[in-house]
């Protein structure tokens, strides 16, 4: 993990708070979940087929020859050689 510092309006503060206590959880926790969820969320409208692969490399059930044949993981079509 690495360290990030980041501005927050006392609302928001507030709202983490009350969030953090109830549910048990860490502030960063929440912080780094809300995160997760925003660029999901605004990823989602973005048509931009690259975006399919992020994550793709944390998965070992995932392609092995994705260097070779983007092409097809992305547009659906067969790679140039």
Do not use: W
């Amino acid at each position: 993990m690495k360290r990030f510092q980041i501005y927050l309006e006392d609302s928001q503060v507030k709202k983490l708070e009350t969030l953090s206590e109830r549910l048990s959880v860490s502030k960063a926790d929440i912080i780094r979940e809300g995160i997760d969820l925003v660029v999901i969320q605004k990823s989602a409208k973005i048509k931009d087929p690259l975006l399919n692969l992020i994550g793709i490399c944390d998965k070992r059930e995932g392609p092995k020859d994705s260097a070779l044949r983007h092409d097809k993981y992305l547009y659906g079509k067969k790679s140039r050689k």
